[in-house]
């Protein structure tokens, strides 16, 4: 039985822009009930800035993404709307591809660090988490929760 007014839909569109001699999307837009994400990729493909803005096209964040030559994220920046760095998160990887070593900044301090270990056969075999009071494990749950409320989902 359908009841009036009781199923909500929401509209999501997605665009994409190419560059003229490339096979690799340039910029992707997704557009949702609450705001609307701009992607925006290198000739390689990989995602070099990230940006939301609300129903009114106001900037509520940005990410910025950098690589290294093997195409492995090594830096992710968050910008607040004033262009301020809020936090980066850095990779290091050993000479196998793997990640050794992820790293939260904040404030010009380490927030968070988690290293992992691999086995011969490339397995984790460890992996240790170091908290700060910058970030806990209670405010990273936090952290998720603001990130849901101001990004929302598309």
Not at 18 to 34: H, I
Not at 45 to 64: I, P
Not at 117 to 145: A, C, N, R, S
Request: positive net charge.
């Amino acid at each position: 039985m359908y009841m009036k007014g009781v199923i909500s839909l929401r509209k999501c569109l997605r665009k994409w822009w190419y560059s003229p001699k490339e096979k690799v999307a340039l910029e992707k837009t997704e557009e949702g009930f609450r705001s609307k994400v701009v992607y925006r990729y290198d000739k390689k493909g990989q995602k070099t800035e990230e940006s939301s803005f609300d129903s009114k096209g106001t900037l509520l964040w940005r990410y910025v993404y950098r690589y290294n030559n093997k195409g492995h994220l090594l830096e992710k920046d968050n910008f607040d709307t004033q262009a301020n760095l809020i936090s980066r998160e850095s990779y290091r990887y050993d000479t196998n591809e793997k990640v050794l070593e992820k790293t939260i900044t904040m404030n010009n301090q380490t927030a968070y660090k988690c290293v992992w270990q691999y086995d011969d056969k490339g397995k984790v075999v460890e992996k240790e988490e170091y908290f700060t009071e910058l970030i806990t494990p209670e405010k990273l749950d936090k952290l998720v929760i603001e990130v849901i409320n101001t990004q929302g989902v598309l």
